[in-house]
């Protein structure tokens, strides 16, 4: 009798092995499917600077797949609303936001930053 059921115990185990080996195989093919249509719907950052004109003088705008993100008049962090003097400080300071966001970083931009890019304030 103990054969009997050893044997039939021996059967359900390499059954169930069998049965959770083939649930394994599946979960990795369901997860390798979901995460290829995850990378392939999401959308990618299609981010832009453009500068533009004001009376005072130069501000930026950040776009992402068309619509506006950041729009920046005035020189950030200085206690004045003073916008940039020229059109090259406006795209400079706007390449610096874009590439702090690519990066997934703040895109706050420090005043030792505008030092360092020499804008002047």
Not at 16 to 35: G, H, T, Y
Not at 53 to 66: A, E, F, L, R, V
């Amino acid at each position: 009798m103990t054969t009997t059921t050893n044997r039939k115990s021996k059967f359900f185990r390499k059954k169930l092995r069998k049965n959770l080996s083939s649930v394994f195989n599946l979960s990795i093919i369901l997860f390798v499917i979901a995460l290829l249509i995850f990378i392939f719907c999401q959308k990618e950052k299609s981010l832009n600077v453009q500068t533009l004109k004001i009376n005072q003088g130069w501000g930026y705008t950040i776009t992402n797949n068309n619509r506006v993100i950041i729009k920046q008049t005035v020189i950030p962090v200085i206690s004045e609303q003073k916008s940039f003097q020229t059109e090259k400080e406006a795209m400079t300071v706007g390449q610096l936001v874009i590439k702090k966001l690519n990066a997934n970083k703040s895109p706050t931009i420090t005043k030792n930053e505008l030092i360092l890019l020499k804008i002047r304030l």
